[in-house]
């Protein structure tokens, strides 16, 4: 980055030398130029303080917003076996999907039977000839928007109870259910407080927007609607930098 500043300094210095500054083409282009840094900058300043003014949550607030969303924050211990599908085995080939559901079976037959997961979970590994060492298997909590799909079957187990085979992102596992609970509002306080914030940020942003109407040509930037400019992520729009081609906004 410095040697990319020096550059362009010297380049620059040369060009004002030279009165390239004069030429009315180039006093245009740094005339607009200057008009959207200064725009971004300003973008920048006023979305940094609609998040820093937004009231803060009271506990009050944060105690609603937990009681009234308890499956946000229903969650599973459970212990996991599982084969990472992306990694190789010890000659560098990657593991064969098919060939470790089918395997899996039967080491969901041992887990239902009472085997040792961490037993179970080293002998996949050897099994498949996997480089890296088998994790060892330890209880871990889960809350339930974060279950991908099989996982969400889960919540139907009881305690002790052994889950199907689950063909995951990235993975094939098997899990067995531990205990299922809520967090406690301590654990999630600061993510309520801080989406709490931000929809206080929303409503602020929501006033200050409300007689901007923004206009895309649809046939140049090839949209089916017009976006929603002030929707979703309205505290950071603001900031996303100048007027693309084709847009043309106000405000009445």
Do not use: C
């Not at 040369?14 to 282009?29: H, S, T």
């Not at 009234?68 to 229903?74: F, I, T, W």
């Not at 969901?108 to 050897?126: I, M, P, S, T």
Request: net charge neutral; charged share 25%.
């Amino acid at each position: 980055m410095a040697v990319q500043y020096a550059t362009v300094l010297a380049y620059s210095m040369l060009a004002e030398q030279r009165g390239f500054d004069k030429d009315p083409a180039l006093a245009n282009e740094i005339e607009a130029q200057l008009k959207l840094i200064r725009m971004r900058i300003l973008a920048t300043a006023f979305a940094q303080a609609l998040r820093e003014q937004a009231p803060a949550a009271t506990d009050a607030d944060i105690q609603g917003y937990y009681a009234a969303h308890p499956d946000l924050y229903q969650q599973v211990e459970v212990r996991r076996i599982s084969v990472p599908l992306e990694g190789p085995d010890e000659t560098g080939k990657p593991l064969d999907r098919a060939a470790v559901l089918s395997a899996m079976e039967e080491i969901r037959k041992a887990a239902v039977g009472g085997e040792d997961f961490n037993k179970l979970q080293q002998q996949v590994y050897r099994q498949f000839r996997i480089a890296t060492p088998a994790p060892p298997v330890t209880v871990i909590t889960i809350q339930r928007r974060s279950l991908q799909g099989g996982e969400a079957k889960l919540f139907d187990l009881k305690p002790g109870a052994v889950s199907s085979v689950l063909d995951l992102p990235g993975a094939i596992a098997v899990e067995k259910l531990e205990g299922k609970g809520t967090a406690p509002l301590a654990s999630v306080r600061a993510e309520i407080e801080a989406w709490l914030r931000g929809t206080k940020a929303q409503a602020q942003l929501a006033k200050f927007t409300g007689d901007i109407k923004t206009e895309f040509n649809l046939d140049y930037l090839e949209l089916p609607s017009q976006p929603d400019l002030f929707g979703v992520g309205r505290d950071t729009a603001a900031a996303s930098g100048p007027t693309a081609p084709g847009t043309s906004t106000t405000r009445r």
